[in-house]
């Protein structure tokens, strides 16, 4: 799961280039956009030789606040955390509470 969000100031106006470099009225131009946080899981490797499993694994990263979490492992350590890290993280991120 990745954030995404447009900067507030971002502008809709039906101005942009056209591919050949000329101006058309009625396309808008590319939206700019950031990204606030990210969630990175692996999903592990259960098959082939023993040597190769790897356990499911993820973590959350904030890039306002420069926070990453620990690396959490396991099936059901990993659902968990998928489905609260983020809104457990913006409750408590001092990024969004001095932006607020």
Same mark, same amino acid.
């Given at each position: ?21 000329? @101006? ?28 190769? @499993? ?34 457990? @993280? ?11």
């Amino acid at each position: 799961m990745t954030t995404v969000q447009k900067p507030a100031d971002s502008t809709q106006a039906n101005t942009g280039t056209s591919a050949a470099g000329g @101006h058309s009225p009625s396309r808008r131009p590319p939206a700019q956009r950031r990204v606030d946080a990210a969630l990175f899981v692996d999903f592990g490797n259960d098959r082939g030789p023993e040597e190769t @499993h790897r356990p499911p694994r993820a973590r959350y990263e904030c890039v306002p606040c420069n926070y990453r979490s620990e690396i959490v492992t396991g099936a059901a350590a990993v659902a968990a955390f998928t489905a609260t890290a983020a809104a457990a @993280h913006r409750a408590v991120c001092p990024a969004r509470q001095e932006s607020q």
